[in-house]
């Protein structure tokens, strides 16, 4: 009787051990994706009908033996769809904002080979097709709708990125795409369709020309990659691209790149002049009437960036080990340092091809460094800003982006003299945890 009752106990057990892992597998099977197939679900059926009772009890050791057989396969099925679902893969989201180096360190990752795939400001097309709608940017419509786009590109679905191209494609086929030229993956033979002289004549990529992006080929090419990279300068809000994280399909990892705010003032009032007219009026005149919209929309800016590098920064559970903070200014100063911790962090291999590009783009000549370029002495531009940004406009920028300015490490000037002095220096040595 002992015996009989020991192992009804251990079938119960059993039976107790294989429904919750059956009911772990239903809630999870709509998520998990096998490799280069993203939109297959796997197919994982149920099995705990197979313990048969007759009279309240398992009717043989054999079938005994055989449920433990079959629940073992099925628990080493289900981690072995785990391991391919996320095995060696990464998804590398860069953030920043306009005129902080993105395109720059963008290129970090841009030209890292044949195993990445890398996207330039997709989200351009997002914003702009909402703006155009709306007559401006609803900020809760817009991060869902970034969150989305980002969501499907990282796993090589360009449907919904499609419908906001303008003009829609036709047949999947589009020659809108922004700054194509800029993504190594979107110009490669694989994805580069005839060209035809005279027809097609504007749509350069890199060392050739190609006819419109097919997104079905693009859609293939991603998927052979083994890692993919995007960058977006139009992000507001690290919080709402938790459910990234969230994805099991997905392991993402994002580098918040950041600037000094009165170095990217300085910058967007020559690259965007007509946009900053106000701000460089005011650099003449010095009067800068604080409560204006202009300085308002600089002050949210600052906010913004802050409280996402706050939230990375304070590595709460859903972000652990899955945010970084980089300043340009290291960068700029110590680019191959910077880019070895960026690769480490990710756990992508650095390649000698990356390395090699960063060292002939870190030293440009004054003839190669246009607005756009990203080909710069990297050294020269962090300080660059102190001799053409007024001292009555850094001291508004101190005013409003304060407390942004003390938790990314940039002093404070308070006279002109300290301002233009390159002996002083207005970066302070700081290391930010992001492990």
Known sequence: MRIKYTISIVFFVALVIIEKENNIISRVSDKLTLKQTPQTPLQLSGFSHILLKHNGSFTSLTKMDSTFTLMKQRLENYSEHQEVMTRGRKHILLLATTRTGSSFVGEFFNQQGDNMFYLFEPLWHVEKMLTLDTGGTNATAAAKAYRDVLQQLFLCDFSLLESFLDPLPMDHITTALFRRESSSSLCEESVCSPFIKGVFERYHCRTRRCGPLNLTMASESCLQKEHRAIKSVRVRQLETLRPLVEDPR??????????????????????????????????????????????????????????????????????????????????????????????????????????????????????????????????????????????????????????????????????EEMLTDKSVSLIEDKVFNFL
């Open 250 to 415: 997905l392991d993402i990892k994002f580098i918040q790149l950041v600037r000094d705010p009165r170095a990217v003032l300085a910058s967007r009032m020559v690259a965007f002049a007509a946009k900053y007219k106000n701000w460089k009026q005011w650099a003449m005149t010095g009067d800068v009437p604080i409560d204006d919209e202009e300085v308002r929309k600089l002050k949210g800016n600052c906010d913004n960036i802050r409280m996402s590098a706050e939230i990375g920064l304070r590595q709460p559970r859903w972000l652990r080990g899955r945010y970084m903070l980089v300043r340009y200014e290291d960068i700029a100063r110590f680019p191959m340092r910077k880019a070895t911790e960026m690769y480490r962090f990710t756990g992508i291999p650095f390649t000698p091809q990356v390395k090699s590009w960063i060292l002939k783009n870190t030293q440009a000549s004054k003839e190669t460094s246009g607005v756009y370029s990203t080909q710069k002495n990297s050294s020269e531009q962090v300080e660059k800003w102190r001799f053409s940004l007024p001292f009555k406009i850094a001291q508004v920028v101190q005013k409003v982006c304060g407390p942004t300015l003390k938790l990314f490490g940039y002093k404070f000037v308070s006279s």
